[in-house]
């Protein structure tokens, strides 16, 4: 078969004559769904973790179809090594057949090449408290009608797939993180491990994610009169996790279809290969579960930001309240030891 290189280190743009699966997918929705995301759009951020080179900007240009980082500087490893981890935002408004969504990328450039372990993840842990404090700040404020959620919504944790399994930093920073974020675990270029290799791959970052205790994002049931195609749908996306990914910044031309992949001396691999490539689950479960993420962004993740804010100001007040109590009580006893000592004087000036 006739196969052509059609770009060269460029993302796929949307093009109109591709089928469907070439969208990013907000029309393909369940039609509850896309009923609410159509009537008031979407804010949705995602925050990409991991060393670098492990694909995260190829993977985020595949999944949403856009150009995020078109002039992005690649660190050499002598910056590598001084660098501390850098956070990096940036927005693109995407919309699809009516429906509307801004997305916002946070990515972390430097993760990882900190020797320091905790330097790489504390900083992260920081960006996504100032989240919560901005939010709470407008929460209380006037504009409360228009508040921009720049919280984040689901953190893509990049795990390399030459270790076979998480590396201690992966488990220190999934810990720090998991009870502040959805955290989404991701093999990284996948396509470097066989269907053996892949298969103990999941069950090892699986058993690893038990014994640590750590608390990934738990993919929600369908409601019992959704339709069956997509519970069974749902049910496939539980199975893959953590989702194996291909990505590339090159299309080819096969059989006259633009086909995303990376090629070898034996074959091509494709992006959206369901036999080797969890790609198009990944972008299903996070567009048909892109509401349920924000919510539990907002009802668990951001509640106990706040909550545990409300608590920590309640016991600052008591302990100014105490201290005042302390302080009046003391003024009241130098008082009396004053009164005290004059009548002394005064019964000993008689006594004379
Ligand atoms: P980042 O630093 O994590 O954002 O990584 P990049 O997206 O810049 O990718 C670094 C290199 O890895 C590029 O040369 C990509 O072509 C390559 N790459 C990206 N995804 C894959 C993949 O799934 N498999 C393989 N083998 N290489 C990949």
């Known amino acids: 078969m006739n196969i052509t290189p059609t770009t060269e280190n460029r993302p796929r743009q949307k093009d109109n004559n591709d089928d469907k699966s070439n969208f990013v997918g907000f029309a ?30 190829t993977l985020i240009n595949n999944l949403f ?45 430097g993760y990882g090449d900190n020797l320091n372990g905790t330097e790489n993840y504390k900083s992260l842990s920081n960006y996504i408290d100032n989240q919560f404090e901005r939010y709470l700040k407008d929460e209380s404020g006037l504009n409360r009608r228009n508040i921009a959620d720049n919280r984040i919504h689901c953190l893509l944790y990049f ?5 076979r399994g998480l590396k201690p930093l992966d488990i220190e920073c999934m810990k720090a993180l998991h009870h502040k974020v959805n955290i989404v675990p991701i093999i990284a270029k996948a396509d470097a491990l066989t269907t053996i290799e892949l298969i103990r791959m999941k069950q090892t970052i699986l058993q690893q994610i038990h014994d640590n205790h750590i608390e990934i994002y738990q993919i929600p049931d369908c ?60 972008r299903s ?27 920590l100001k309640k016991f600052i007040d008591n302990d100014e309240k105490q201290k005042k109590l302390i302080q009046e009580k003391d003024i009241e006893l130098r008082r009396m030891q004053d009164i005290l000592a004059k009548m002394q004087e005064h019964l000993t000036e008689k006594q004379k």
Not at 39 to 51: C, H, I, P, Y
């Open 285 to 311: 479960m996070l567009i048909i579960h892109m509401q349920d993420l924000q919510e539990v962004t907002h009802e668990v993740y951001y509640e106990n930001y706040r909550s545990n804010k409300l608590q």
């Open 65 to 109: 179809l856009t150009d995020l980082y078109p002039e992005r500087h690649i660190p050499t490893a002598q910056e590598k090594l001084r660098q501390s981890v850098k956070i990096d935002a940036s927005t693109v408004e995407i919309e699809e057949r009516g429906v509307k969504v801004r997305l916002t990328i946070v990515d972390t450039l």
């Open 159 to 163: 795990i390399s797939s030459f270790t």
């Open 223 to 282: 409601d019992s009169d959704e339709d069956e195609e997509l519970k069974e749908k749902n049910l496939e996306l539980k199975k893959c996790i953590p989702f194996a990914i291909i990505s590339s910044e090159r299309t080819y031309e096969v059989g006259g279809k633009h086909i995303q992949g990376r090629m070898y001396p034996w074959g091509l691999v494709e992006v959206e290969n369901n036999n080797y490539s969890d790609f198009l689950k990944l």
């Open 28 to 57: 393909n929705l369940p039609s509850q769904i896309h009923r609410k995301i159509t009537k008031r759009g979407f804010e949705f951020t995602v925050m990409v973790v991991g060393e670098s080179g492990l694909g995260k900007a």
